[in-house]
């Protein structure tokens, strides 16, 4: 049995210097990785204090900094702490908020909100 051999020398070093041109670019760029804010964090402990009854969704987003990580729209997560709003429907179907629950490890925080708390 006969083997053919293939030059491959060609190739190997267009790989190669492919390879080191997208290696340089992404070093360049530096890494290409996150948007410069790692390192911001938000506060939900400081968001449960300023909840207030009957503040709409648009009103707790801003005070959170963020929208929600849930689809029904209540639960945000940061690190190990959590912050859960619930909403109620009032006669002119505008939904506010009436409870208010924090959450960091085993600690946990949980004010009424529509008994003036």
Known sequence: ????????????????????????????CGGGGGDGNETSTINLRAAFDKIQYRMTKDEVRAIVGRHEDDENGVSWTEGNQQLIVTFATNDQMVAGANRVRWFSGSTQLDRSLDLGE
Do not use: E, P, Q, Y
């Open 1 to 28: 049995m006969t083997f053919k051999t293939i030059n491959l020398n060609r190739r190997h070093f267009a790989l190669t210097a492919l390879g080191g041109f997208t290696a340089l670019s992404l070093a360049a």
